[in-house]
C-alpha cells in the first residue's frame, strides 16, 4: 500500500523560494536601472541649464 505525502517535497520548497527570490532580485534591478536613468538624466539637464 501507498503511502501518500502531503508534504511539498524539499526540491520544490527551494525551487519555489529560488524563482520567487529571482523575481524580486530582478524587480529590484528594474527600479534601480530606472532610478539610475532619472539620475543621470537629471544631471545632464543641471549642467545644461548651469552652462
Known amino acids: ?3 501518500i505525502n ?3 517535497a524539499i526540491s520544490k520548497l527551494v525551487a519555489s523560494f529560488d524563482n520567487e ?3 524580486i532580485i530582478m524587480n529590484d534591478l528594474k527600479m ?3 532610478a539610475k536613468s ?3 538624466k537629471a544631471i ?3 549642467q545644461l ?3
Do not use: D
Request: hydrophobic share 35%.
Open 38 to 40: 532619472n539620475f543621470l
Open 49 to 51: 541649464s548651469v552652462a
Open 1 to 3: 500500500m501507498k503511502t
Open 21 to 23: 527570490l529571482r523575481e
Open 32 to 34: 534601480l536601472r530606472g
Open 6 to 8: 502531503q508534504k511539498p
Open 44 to 46: 545632464k539637464n543641471e
